[in-house]
């Protein structure tokens, strides 16, 4: 097992975690610090894993298939220059994997650049009819490029948008309509210049 130790900033890292010896290990990876290195591909070989983010300095996902075990990301100009990444292997009630890592990310620039991961707000109203609007606050620390896709569980777009925005808090506002978006489960998926972003809303009978 080893990680990438030293990378400058806006280049990709990576920490090769072994072999993935049999499906369905649940895995969970936890940064001490989020804004010094972005996760955004997880692999066995060449196949990608799905994974959930579920706050910015943690992801959880189940490995699917035999093969070695590698976790890739960027090197972000965050508020500090170290982060140490944790990862768990479980299987059922066995843990099969604990192991710690130290990316250090280099600059020259002194003090590192603060670029804060962007936020956004579970959508209230949350279950909504459809024909009724509902609403995601945002932040962001600097202007940019962003969108938002309406999608279903597996990841199909439904609707996309696409604006450029300046920095500081906002609000999306969507409304279902009744020919598209029969009741159940939807996301919503924003990406800016910081990351991706991830929330499920749902459409009342």
């Known amino acids: 097992m080893k990680a990438q130790g030293t990378i400058a900033i806006g280049e990709r890292g990576t920490i090769a975690l072994g072999i993935n010896q049999q499906d369905s290990i649940t895995y969970s990876v936890h940064l001490s610090n989020p804004t010094v290195f972005y996760i955004d591909s997880i692999n066995i070989d060449d196949a990608q894993q799905s994974f959930q983010r579920i706050t ?3 992801i959880t996902f189940i490995g699917t298939g035999i093969g070695n075990l ?12 170290m982060t140490i990444v944790n990862v768990r292997g479980r299987l059922k009630d066995v843990i099969l994997l604990d192991t710690s890592f130290v990316i250090t990310i280099t600059s020259n620039t002194t003090p590192l650049p603060y670029i804060r991961f962007s936020y956004v707000s579970e959508n209230i109203p949350n279950p909504i009819m459809r024909g009724e609007a509902t609403e995601w606050t945002y932040e962001l620390d600097k202007p940019g490029s962003i969108q938002f896709s309406i999608i279903t569980l597996d990841g199909r777009i439904i609707e996309e948008f696409s604006l450029m ?3 500081g808090r906002h609000v999306f506002r969507f409304v279902p309509n009744s020919y598209t978006y029969h009741p159940g489960v939807y996301g919503m998926r924003l990406i800016t210049e910081q990351g991706v972003h991830y929330r499920i809303w749902n459409v009342s009978p």
């Not at 590698?70 to 965050?78: D, E, T, W, Y």
């Open 70 to 81: 590698s976790i890739h990301g960027i090197a972000l100009a965050g508020s500090d220059s």
């Open 165 to 167: 925005q300046d920095k």
């Open 56 to 58: 910015t300095d943690s």
